[in-house]
C-alpha cells in the first residue's frame, strides 16, 4: 500500500482503515495489525502536523507499508524545514537502539511531565514509533533547498 502527497484528517482516516481492513483481510495478528497502525497513525500525524510545505505551498508526504517475508517495512517521508533538521536528528539519536525499558521509562518521563510544543505534541510520536517497532529505526535527512529538507524513516 503507497500514497503520494498531502495527509488531509480525513485521508489519514481513509488510509488507516484500508491498512488495517488489508491486514485483517490477510489473516494478520491483532497484535501485529495494532503494531502497524499505531506505528502509521503516528508518522502520518508527524507528516500531518509538523510536514512543511514546499515553496508551492504543498505538504509533500509519502508512506510505503510493505510485507519482506514475516516482517513489514512502513517507509514514511515528509518534508520538513531546515531548523528543525537538527532537532530531528537529536531527538531520534537520543531514542534509536535504547533498549526496551530505558525507552519506555523516557516516554513515561515525558508523558508525566506534561510539557508540550507549540502545535500541542509532547514529543511522543517517534519514541511511540520505536517501541512499537523494538527500536528498529532508520532516518534519513536530505537537504533540498536552503530551507527545506526531506526528512524519511524506515
Do not use: W
Not at 488495517?20 to 491483532?30: A, F, I, Q, V
Not at 506505528?39 to 505538504?59: S, Y
Not at 510493505?66 to 537520543?94: G, H, P, Q, R, W
Not at 508523558?111 to 514529543?123: D, I, V
Amino acid at each position: 500500500m503507497s500514497k503520494f502527497g498531502e495527509f488531509s484528517e480525513d485521508s489519514v482516516y481513509s488510509l488507516l482503515c484500508m491498512i488495517e481492513m488489508k491486514l485483517e483481510e490477510s489473516g494478520e495478528r491483532k497484535g501485529i495489525i495494532k503494531k502497524v497502525y499505531n506505528i502509521v497513525i503516528e508518522g502520518l500525524q508527524n507528516a500531518r502536523l509538523h510536514g512543511a510545505k514546499n515553496d508551492k505551498g504543498n505538504q509533500t508526504s509519502f508512506i510505503i507499508v510493505s510485507k519482506d517475508s514475516d516482517d513489514y517495512l512502513i517507509n514514511m517521508a515528509n518534508l520538513v524545514d531546515a531548523e528543525s533538521v537538527e532537532i530531528i536528528k537529536s531527538n531520534l539519536n537520543k531514542i534509536k537502539g535504547l533498549p526496551y525499558k530505558p525507552l519506555k521509562q523516557l516516554y513515561k518521563d515525558i508523558l508525566y511531565s506534561g510539557t508540550y510544543s507549540e502545535k500541542g505534541g509532547a514529543k511522543l510520536g517517534f519514541i511511540t514509533i520505536a517501541l512499537k517497532s523494538n527500536n528498529n529505526l532508520s532516518f534519513n535527512l536530505e537537504t533540498i533547498t536552503d530551507n527545506i529538507s526531506l526528512f524519511s524513516m524506515l
